[in-house]
Every structure is written in structure tokens, then in C-alpha cells.
């Protein structure tokens, strides 16, 4: 019975990997481009930036980008915090 159950779980899986690899588009094809097409156009007259990737990352994202450095530093500061901790022999 114990069998059983494994061939059948990882027939589902199988299956659903199957399914979701013939779902995929093809490599470098965006669904829908114009949201890439208005940062291409428009990001140096916004924020004055002469790098798309550099004003996506400060200007447009840029309290996304706040909240990761500060979880970033969060840890680090944990981890200082466990190593201060530990006793030298």
C-alpha cells in the first residue's frame, strides 16, 4: 500500500512539473513589454539617470530597495551580535 501512494504522489508531481514546463514561454519573451518599454523611453527624463537599472533601483523602487538594506543590515547585525556572544578558549 505504502507504495502504492509514493507512485501515485509522484505521479502527480511528474504531471504538474510536465504541465508547468510545457506553460512556459519561451526564453526572453516578456508576456507584456510595456512597462519595459516606459522605463527604456522615459527613466532618464525622470529621474535624470543616464542607467535604466540604476534608476529602476533608487528612483522607482527605492523604498523597496530601503526596506531590503535594512533587513540586510538587520542580519549582519544579528549575526555580530551571536559572534560577540560566543566565548574564546
Known sequence: ?????????LAIFMAFMVLAVLSM???G???DSRMDDYFIT???YETGS????????FDYR?????GETTVLF?????I???FLGRKRR
Open 1 to 9: 500500500m505504502e507504495g502504492a501512494v509514493r507512485s501515485a504522489v
Open 25 to 27: 514561454r519561451p526564453f
Open 29 to 31: 519573451a516578456p508576456r
Open 42 to 44: 522615459d527613466s532618464q
Open 50 to 57: 543616464n542607467n535604466v537599472v540604476t534608476s529602476v533601483v
Open 62 to 66: 527605492a523604498l523597496d530597495t530601503l
Open 74 to 78: 538587520t542580519a549582519v547585525c544579528g
Open 80 to 82: 555580530y551580535v551571536v
